[in-house]
């Protein structure tokens, strides 16, 4: 979680996982839009980038700063609902977890939602962030305005339409400007009831095409070299609150079993990496099947305080069974020490020059290694692999991504970039990375 204790110029700034550190010389808090204004006016002069850091929960460099880390960690809070047109309009510093509650006190949610909720609106909504549901897009596609200062340092508003820069704001990774409000599309509140189930991995393959449209959400847990799944199924229905007693006891099981009792197997596994495959299995089998409906806010997430490093791709979703059943076979042939389960979820198509599912229903696949084991040598076969399946990594996550291969990827990169040199002529918001990324 953000610490403002630890924001000081020239201080040592690292994302959640610790893979990805800077010394970054300046470090601003501000308050309003006139002040991220001035940062940015200054920033230009001194022809010095700027990186909005968010919640720093990016596996990748994307929000990682060069010289001027900017949070927003002070400009937070719902500014106004639309109740007549079911649009809210959020101060982009504000926290997921912020988000539920204060909608919820004017009867309204987030159409959908990802498993981590520490992100700012901002930057989920700038990375592409996703939660599951082939009928539904990511936090992205809900936005019905952006409220942005630029690379000059104006403030600009911009109302979703068929143009440019809609295409371009729609998953940006903060390369137009500051996205300090903005107005998302809502749906009057809903609780979600939740049935988690395990599953053998033939059975979910065989049913999966007809699972994911007979339900809002289905999210798969496989666990390397099992044949056993968990899968989470939700539906939306009538608002219905937990007791403070039921969530108090969800919270701990999470805490211990699903957290503590991990943390502990995975010591285990980075201690003798050949443990894993017993281990993954031991977990499948233990899977602890349940049900259980509250509000959606509070169904959607879950904790995750054991850290990892994470790659995730998605794919066009006719191609997900193929996929799976390569990457079990991988796994059987114990060609890798792995004993995090790959997450496994959905997404209806959507448009945006950088989006992950421009175009097609995508399924996105998640892989995870326990931080302190090497990733590398995994995170290297899984970007083959995905090649093989057009796979577009999540912007926010570990990929092997080269400027050319995302030219390659993304048919309308050229039209993105002529928008950011529109908005950002003197490239404040183009550091090393991206440039690496962008610039052929």
Same mark, same amino acid.
């Given at each position: 979680?953000?610490?403002?204790?630890?924001?000081?110029?020239?201080?040592?700034?690292?994302?959640?996982?610790?893979?990805?550190?800077?010394?970054?010389?300046?470090?601003?808090?501000?308050?309003?839009?006139?002040?991220?204004?001035?940062?940015?006016?200054?920033?230009?002069?001194?022809?010095?980038?700027?990186?909005?850091?968010?919640?720093?929960?990016?596996?990748?460099?994307?929000?990682?700063?060069?010289?001027?880390?900017?949070?927003?960690?002070? $400009?937070?809070?719902?500014?106004?609902?639309?109740?007549?047109?079911?649009?809210?309009?959020?101060?982009?510093?504000?926290?997921?977890?912020?988000?539920?509650?204060?909608?919820?006190?004017?009867?309204?949610?987030?159409?959908?939602?990802?498993?981590?909720?520490?992100?700012?609106?901002?930057?989920?909504?700038?990375?592409?962030?996703?939660?599951?549901?082939?009928?539904?897009?990511?936090?992205?596609?809900?936005?019905?305005?952006?409220?942005?200062?630029?690379?000059?340092?104006?403030?600009?508003?911009?109302?979703?339409?068929?143009?440019?820069?809609?295409?371009?704001?729609?998953?940006?990774?903060?390369?137009?400007?500051?996205?300090?409000?903005?107005?998302?599309?809502?749906?009057?509140?809903?609780?979600?009831?939740?049935?988690?189930?395990?599953?053998?991995?033939?059975?979910?393959?065989?049913?999966?095409?007809?699972?994911?449209?007979?339900?809002?959400?289905?999210?798969?847990?496989?666990?390397?070299?099992?044949?056993?799944?968990?899968?989470?199924?939700?539906?939306?229905?009538?608002?219905?609150?937990?007791?403070?007693?039921?969530?108090?006891?969800?919270?701990?099981?999470?805490?211990?079993?699903?957290?503590?009792?991990?943390?502990?197997?995975?010591?285990?596994?980075?201690?003798?990496?050949?443990?894993?495959?017993?281990?993954?299995?031991?977990?499948?089998?233990?899977?602890?099947?349940?049900?259980?409906?509250?509000?959606?806010?509070?169904?959607?997430?879950?904790?995750?305080?054991?850290?990892?490093?994470?790659?995730?791709?998605?794919?066009?979703?006719?191609?997900?069974?193929?996929? $799976?059943?390569?990457?079990?076979?991988?796994?059987?042939?114990?060609?890798?020490?792995?004993?995090?389960?790959?997450?496994?979820?959905?997404?209806?198509?959507?448009?945006?020059?950088?989006?992950?599912?421009?175009?097609?229903?995508?399924?996105?696949?998640?892989?995870?290694?326990?931080?302190?084991?090497?990733?590398?040598?995994?995170?290297?076969?899984?970007?083959?692999?995905?090649?093989?399946?057009?796979?577009?990594?999540?912007?926010?996550?570990?990929?092997?991504?080269?400027?050319?291969?995302?030219?390659?990827?993304?048919?309308?990169?050229?039209?993105?970039?002529?928008?950011?040199?529109?908005?950002?002529?003197?490239?404040?918001?183009?550091?090393?990375?991206?440039?690496?990324?962008?610039?052929?």
């Amino acid at each position: 979680m953000f610490s403002v204790d630890k924001w000081k110029n020239g201080g040592k700034w690292t994302n959640w996982a610790g893979n990805m550190i800077s010394f970054p010389g300046e470090m601003s808090l501000p308050r309003s839009i006139e002040e991220v204004a001035a940062i940015v006016k200054q920033a230009r002069e001194k022809k010095k980038t700027i990186r909005v850091t968010g919640a720093a929960h990016s596996f990748s460099a994307v929000a990682m700063p060069e010289h001027i880390a900017l949070s927003l960690h002070e $400009m937070r809070g719902l500014i106004h609902i639309d109740k007549e047109k079911q649009e809210a309009t959020l101060s982009a510093g504000t926290y997921l977890y912020e988000i539920g509650p204060l909608l919820a006190n004017h009867g309204f949610a987030l159409i959908n939602m990802g498993d981590i909720q520490e992100q700012t609106i901002a930057g989920a909504i700038s990375t592409g962030t996703h939660g599951t549901g082939v009928t539904l897009g990511s936090l992205s596609s809900t936005v019905m305005r952006w409220g942005f200062v630029d690379g000059t340092g104006e403030y600009r508003e911009h109302s979703r339409g068929e143009d440019a820069l809609s295409e371009a704001l729609h998953v940006s990774l903060g390369m137009l400007g500051v996205l300090v409000q903005v107005t998302v599309k809502v749906i009057p509140l809903y609780s979600l009831h939740y049935v988690g189930t395990r599953e053998a991995l033939s059975e979910g393959l065989t049913t999966f095409a007809e699972d994911i449209r007979r339900h809002r959400h289905v999210e798969w847990f496989y666990f390397p070299g099992s044949e056993l799944i968990q899968v989470k199924r939700m539906n939306a229905v009538a608002p219905v609150y937990q007791s403070e007693w039921s969530k108090r006891v969800e919270t701990l099981k999470l805490q211990i079993v699903e957290n503590g009792g991990f943390f502990a197997v995975s010591e285990l596994c980075k201690w003798k990496p050949s443990l894993s495959g017993a281990i993954s299995k031991l977990s499948a089998a233990s899977v602890v099947e349940g049900e259980k409906i509250g509000i959606s806010y509070e169904i959607y997430p879950s904790p995750r305080s054991v850290k990892f490093q994470e790659s995730e791709y998605a794919i066009p979703l006719a191609q997900f069974e193929a996929c $799976m059943e390569e990457i079990h076979a991988t796994f059987i042939s114990g060609a890798f020490n792995v004993h995090f389960p790959l997450e496994c979820r959905t997404t209806a198509g959507e448009a945006g020059y950088l989006s992950p599912s421009q175009g097609a229903e995508s399924a996105f696949i998640a892989f995870h290694m326990y931080k302190g084991m090497p990733e590398e040598p995994y995170f290297k076969w899984v970007h083959t692999l995905m090649k093989k399946y057009n796979g577009r990594p999540h912007w926010g996550k570990q990929h092997h991504l080269t400027a050319e291969y995302v030219h390659e990827l993304y048919p309308n990169v050229a039209e993105f970039l002529a928008v950011r040199t529109q908005y950002d002529p003197d490239n404040v918001f183009l550091t090393n990375y991206l440039k690496r990324l962008f610039l052929c």
